[in-house]
């Protein structure tokens, strides 16, 4: 059945703490990151930038044991304080770059991405009142029901007036999204 997927159990449970420890052993940095809804497209292309290092991401409990979770059980020293911060969407990345070099890579970074519903706003979008030439006649009656105010002029859809999608700060809602996506409006995002 395609609809079920096959579980990683205690096996995959036992890999990924021998990889996190194979990793504190090869690499001389290790850095927690947040995932924060990120799509995979975009962890491959920054995996693909970073091939010299090594991303785990998995169970932040069997991850935590892997380093140690208290003073007593951590497998090097201070490492016990990492798995304390592994909470939420969150990864490890190891590596040998120097502090500096990753925290000022992963600080410029950013990626351009398709706003989705729940992101908010980092800018005022609004369409002006007139031909809306970007989209074909058919979806005319899709815009209506994402609440544009249209109508179909001689196969053109035109806005009857000017329309704000949304104010700088708002939360997207799935309609304001669609829109958004509709229209070829691209935020560039923090990654």
């Not at 497209?41 to 169970?59: A, M, N, T, Y």
């Not at 908010?120 to 209506?144: C, K, M, W």
Request: proline residues 4%.
């Amino acid at each position: 059945d395609l609809s079920k997927t096959k579980k990683h159990g205690l096996e995959g449970k036992k890999e990924l703490y021998k990889k996190i420890q194979s990793n504190v052993e090869n690499y001389a940095h290790v850095f927690v990151f947040a995932v924060n809804d990120m799509r995979n497209s975009k962890l491959k292309s920054v995996r693909e930038q970073w091939k010299h290092s090594r991303f785990c991401i998995g169970k932040n409990k069997v991850m935590a044991m892997a380093l140690g979770r208290t003073p007593e059980e951590e497998y090097r020293p201070n490492l016990h304080k990492i798995g304390q911060v592994l909470v939420g969407e969150r990864g490890l990345l190891f590596t040998n770059q120097s502090v500096d070099e990753v925290t000022n890579w992963f600080q410029s970074y950013s990626a351009g991405d398709y706003a989705r519903s729940g992101n908010i706003a980092t800018e005022d979008v609004i369409l002006p009142e007139g031909p809306l030439e970007q989209f074909p006649h058919n979806l005319e009656s899709y815009l209506r029901q994402l609440g544009l105010p249209t109508t179909l002029k001689k196969g053109v859809i035109h806005l009857l007036k000017e329309h704000v999608v949304c104010s700088e700060g708002d939360r997207l809602s799935p309609e304001t999204a669609r829109i958004l996506i509709s229209s070829s409006y691209s935020w560039l995002t923090d990654v």
